[in-house]
């Protein structure tokens, strides 16, 4: 049974920076399309980023954004260490919320429990 755990999440200012790292476990980290995603009260989840897996002769996972988060968001994975990152910079109010991991292939999706990234001065 595969499980990932978050962390890194937290009080940030408007402008501010901040890393979220979710560790992988039960699965072959590798074989697996990652994301992030997040969710704000009254909304549905929605994508943040995904990256592809890298077990097919590939050195680096193809990359996909949000549109409201590009060139502010870069996903990043280290096979070694079973781990995914999610680097964000420049964030505002709006981007307040629960953020997931997840994990996707052969069929099977794994989710984290989240972790609340709050924006605020």
């Known amino acids: 049974q595969g499980q990932l755990v978050e962390s890194g999440g937290g009080l940030v200012q408007p402008g501010g920076s901040l890393r979220l790292t979710c560790v992988a476990s039960g699965f072959t980290f590798s074989r697996y399309t990652l994301g992030w995603y997040r969710q704000v009260p009254g909304k549905e989840r929605e994508l943040v980023a995904t990256?592809?897996?890298?077990?097919?002769?590939?050195?680096?996972?193809?990359?996909e954004y949000a549109d409201s988060m590009k060139g502010r968001v870069a996903i990043s994975r280290e096979n070694v260490r079973n781990t995914v990152y999610l680097s964000m910079d420049s964030l505002k109010p709006e981007d307040t919320a629960v953020y997931y991991c997840?994990?996707?292939?052969?069929?099977?999706?794994?989710w984290g429990k989240g972790i609340l990234v709050t924006v605020s001065s």
């Open positions: 990256i592809g897996r890298t077990d097919i002769g590939r050195t680096e996972g193809s990359t």
């Open positions: 997840n994990a996707q292939g052969y069929g099977l999706v794994y």
